[in-house]
Structure formats: C-alpha cells, structure tokens
C-alpha cells in the first residue's frame, strides 16, 4: 500500500471549503472529504482522489492521502513529483510527473510489470 503525506495543512478556511479551479495563494493541502484532497498549485485549487482504503486523512498537522487505489491519469500532488507506486492490481508502475506549465500534475504509467511490490520508498517491478 502506497499512502502519501501532503505534509502541510491550512489553517481552516472561514469561507468553507475550496472547489476544484477555484484560484488561490497559499502552500498546502487539505482533506475535501474522505475521498480526496486539495492541493493549492499553479495559483488554483487541485482535486487530489485519495482512492486507497485510508481514503484522506488528517493526522495532527499532516494530510494523508492513500493513492494505492489511484489509475493513470488521477491527479497527484507536487509533493508526489517523480515518485512511483504500483497499480491497484500489481501489474505495473504508476509515477507522478508534470504534464506543463500551469497544468495539474498526474499519474502516468511507466512500465508493465508480472508483480509490482511497495518496499519501503522503493517500487520493485519484476519485468513480464
């Protein structure tokens, strides 16, 4: 399983919660709801799916967002840039990259695997 911390939080919002392409001016993440995050990139609000059991989280002054669910093309945080996870179903490699200036960042696939396993910080691909 493959869960990700968002590391900030923002304080509370006084307007209630932000939409996705609403814009904004602060560095952070927030918990939209069980199922996803929000991270402020590129000056507007982005829908982080949190798609894994764990779902989104707050954990004292982290947001954890569990991606272990996640498929190509779901959107990922800055903080995920470069990093990889497995597919839901063990069969390949998923890596957060950008996309160019201005546009979300998302998952892409990047190699077919016979089984893919979480060690640690290190996805292990065994070639099929």
Known sequence: ????????????????????GDKCDTIGFLCLDSANAMECYGSKWVKLPCKGTNGCKRENDIVRCDMSGNVAGDNCASTAVSRGLCTADGKGTLECRENGAGEPLTLQKTLDCRTCMVNGDQVVCTPP
Not at 2 to 13: D, F, G, N
């Open 1 to 20: 399983m493959r869960r990700l911390a968002l590391l900030a939080v923002l304080p509370l919002l006084a307007c209630g919660s932000p939409k996705e």
